[in-house]
């Protein structure tokens, strides 16, 4: 049905098509509001089959689907379908996801109220797509194709805001590739979602002049499963300027003039993501200009078992403006088991001033388990950071892969006046050879922030070469102060691994992200003085493993006639039973005066490994 056949003369390997999802030269052409309600489940099985798409669009669009097949004259005869993608290697697509010129032509709010959950089986087979649109666009399905050429938003000046979206659905999974389970979207400049065979060569297109701005976004769903690879359980965007999401090369804006709105998502359930490279949860706001806020909440557990897959990411992104702050609750436990996979992506980065930094709890345990994996990474890069970030966990958190880190919470900029502030609930175990439990840094050229960081449990090294807790401080201008607080013992049990590794330098410049400015610090910003103080208190040491340190506390730099402090308290016993273990190292090297450098043990001292201390 609706198929179109092409003949191609003799000797003809190739064939090329061109589309537009939009209108020409439209006017005022504006989406009107959509209110859906359903009831019941939605489960698709086929290749390219699709639970629902509800859309309204200003400037004209909507969907297209593309699915490039050979035939001979005997097959078509019989009406027997054509095995897909027998004309890969001679078919190529170029089209425009969005309208060209035209102005006042905005998409409509739209509301979406479904009880019952949505399923699909087969490759390339969305879910639910919802979308409004200003300036033209929607949804494009090209399969078959080996080239596809693709311009991401309205062209020639083409313009219209998307409306609000709210989305309410039950739970939702696709089993296959490319198969995204929940999209919901608001963009203003055109565009949408693209979706095309896996081993297809996609080039994508985000210049020429659009504007619109993308709208409010709230959705509430079920638990969300991603079987397949390159696929997206829940994507909820508001994008300004055009832009959408094209398969994983493109998840964003293009760019063009405009702002976005603030983006909430509420999953009553698990997220569970299982498909190579596959995203779990994914919310984002972004634009040339202001952008909003990112709010998620998951009220089960986070599961990662793909091989580099992600579970939950909140993505607040502008070129020109602030970023808005992200907010991410997990009432349960966060656990990245696959290869290089990560739990929770959290990190903002801006050229601009950061004044909203992420807010992360874990009501569970935060787990890497899978070789080279990491739990969650969180924190900010910028030109000026000046709040506080903070990530608490009720539970532990546990690096047992290979080279895996629990947790990467780093601050790193020109200038820092934000604190990082890390509290868990019960222990911080690194137990995988080479691994990093948990890592908390900050990076700055002028720094009067502090790392602050209190666990309720004890902190346990027992992989070969690992670390439970590393926190590190540099700056060349340094006013903050290194506090930990570990409730229970300290111990490295591993060979060559540390419990607890702490250091504070003055003496280098700020390992500053390529997002921040290299400009120079001006006079008036600078601090005459470096007085940073190190304060550590601990319920006990063990040093077990061969070369294992229990404690281990550099404080390097200083400038002469500066006074800082050093001071390590441990409220139990201090022990190193390994071959040439450690207990405690304090390392002390500054120009300056240290006014106070201070270790207190109230427990006994034993050392009773050969060569230890």
């Known amino acids: 049905s609706n198929r179109t056949q092409v003949a191609l003369a003799a000797g003809n390997q190739r064939l090329d098509l061109v589309m537009q999802l939009g209108g020409k030269d439209v006017e005022d052409s504006t989406g009107g509001s959509v209110n859906a309600d359903r009831i019941g489940a939605i489960q698709a099985e086929g290749r390219a089959s699709q639970g629902g798409v509800t859309q309204s669009i200003g400037g004209g669009g909507g969907f297209a689907s593309v699915d490039v097949t050979t035939t001979t004259p005997d097959s078509a005869q019989s009406r027997v379908r054509p095995t897909a993608n027998t004309l890969a290697s001679q078919a190529s697509m170029e089209f425009v996801l969005g309208a060209e010129g035209g102005e006042g032509n905005d998409g409509g709010a739209v509301d979406y109220d479904g009880e019952g959950s949505v399923s699909t089986l087969g490759d390339y087979s969305p879910g639910l797509v919802i979308q409004s649109i200003g300036a033209g666009g929607g949804e494009v399905v090209a399969l078959g194709l080996t080239e596809v050429s693709i311009t991401m938003g309205g062209t020639d000046g083409a313009e219209g805001d998307g409306g609000k979206v709210a989305a309410i659905n039950g739970a939702v999974s696709t089993n296959g590739i490319r198969s995204h389970g929940l999209v919901v979207q608001s963009i203003g400049g055109g565009g949408g979602v693209v979706i095309t065979d896996q081993d ?248 009067a922030a502090a790392i602050n960081i209190g666990v309720d449990g004890s902190v346990r090294a027992s992989g070969e070469g690992a670390v439970g807790l590393l926190s590190r401080l540099e700056s060349s201008n340094l006013t903050g102060a290194l506090e930990a607080k570990v409730a229970g013992i300290v111990e490295a049990s591993g060979t060559s691994s540390t419990g607890l590794k702490l250091s504070v330098d003055t003496n280098s410049a700020s390992v500053v992200s390529e997002a921040a400015s290299s400009e120079s610090r001006s006079e008036t910003e600078a601090t005459q003085l470096t007085t940073p103080s190190v304060d550590i208190s601990i319920g006990g040491v063990s040093a077990s493993g061969t070369q294992s340190v229990g404690v281990d506390l550099s404080r390097l730099g200083g400038v002469e006639g500066a006074g800082d402090s050093v001071s390590v308290s441990v409220v139990g016993s201090v022990s190193a039973s390994g071959s040439h273990a450690k207990g405690v190292t304090i390392n002390v090297q500054s120009e300056g005066e240290v006014s106070r450098a201070n270790l207190v043990i109230a427990g006994g001292i034993s050392a009773s490994g050969f060569g230890s201390a």
Do not use: C, W
Request: negative net charge.
């Open 200 to 447: 297809a060569t996609v080039t994508l297109e985000t210049s020429g002049t659009r504007s619109g701005n993308g709208g409010e976004v709230d959705v509430a769903s079920g638990s969300v499963l991603t079987g397949g690879s390159d696929s997206i359980g829940l994507l909820a965007q508001s994008i300004g300027g055009g832009g959408g999401v094209v398969n994983r090369e493109l998840v964003g804006s293009s760019f063009g003039d405009g702002s976005a709105d603030d983006v909430a998502v509420m999953v009553a359930g698990d997220v569970v993501t299982a498909g190579e490279t596959s995203i779990g949860v994914y919310a984002q706001s972004e634009a040339r200009s202001a952008v909003g806020d990112i709010d998620i909440t998951i009220q089960g557990h986070v599961y990662v078992s793909g091989e580099r897959a992600l579970g939950v990411k909140g993505d607040t992104s502008s070129l020109e403006s602030e970023v808005g702050s992200i907010a991410i609750a997990v009432s349960g436990s966060v656990e990245a088991a696959g290869d290089v996979s990560q739990g929770i992506d959290g990190f903002v980065a801006s050229s601009q001033q950061v004044t909203k930094t992420p807010q992360i709890s874990i009501g569970g345990s935060l787990i890497a388990s899978g070789e080279r994996a990491l739990g969650a990474r969180a924190g900010a890069a910028a030109e000026v950071i000046t709040q506080d970030s903070f990530f608490g966990v009720d539970g532990s958190i546990a690096a047992t892969g290979l080279q895996a880190r629990g947790l990467s919470l780093t601050f790193d900029g020109r200038v820092v006046r934000g604190d990082l502030l890390l509290q868990v609930g019960q222990s911080i175990l690194a137990s995988g050879s080479q691994s990093v439990a948990a890592e908390v840094g900050l990076f700055a050229s002028d720094s």
